[in-house]
């Protein structure tokens, strides 16, 4: 009866695993909070770790998670698999290029007494020098 259910869906490989990079991104700042707050669990009294092993702990979670994004981020911003690199596409490829807009004068305005004022301009309608 494996036929009648909903039919499989296909994802490429190179998709699944930068969707897959992308969920571990948005993970590891959570993940981070977890582990940042395991010395609150750690026993307390005589038998607590003194403060050097508590310090120790929380700068060896830091680094972790900076190694951790640092290798998101170049796996991220690859993009391909390194075992297809007959499939690496363009640098940019599928994004349209920023083309800022042309500055314009801007319109200037006519005040109730009819003269005319420009945006940013004093209460005479004279503009600031």
């Known amino acids: 009866m494996a036929g009648r259910g909903a039919p499989l869906v296909f994802l490429e490989r190179r998709t699944y695993r930068q969707r897959r990079l992308r969920d571990a991104a948005r993970l590891l700042p959570v993940l981070g909070l977890f582990a940042w707050t395991v010395p609150l669990l750690w026993p307390r009294g005589d038998a607590a770790p003194g403060t050097a092993a508590a310090l120790t702990y929380l700068f060896a979670v830091w680094a ?29 490829f599928g994004a349209a290029p920023f083309v800022p807009e042309p500055a314009t004068d801007p319109k200037p305005s006519v ?8 945006p940013g301009a004093g209460a005479g309608g004279e503009g600031r020098p």
């Open 64 to 92: 972790a998670l900076v190694i951790a994004g640092a290798s998101l981020s170049v796996l991220l911003s690859r993009g391909v698999d390194d075992d297809e690199p007959g499939e690496r596409p363009a640098p940019g």
């Open 111 to 118: 005040g109730s007494d009819g003269a005319a004022r420009t």
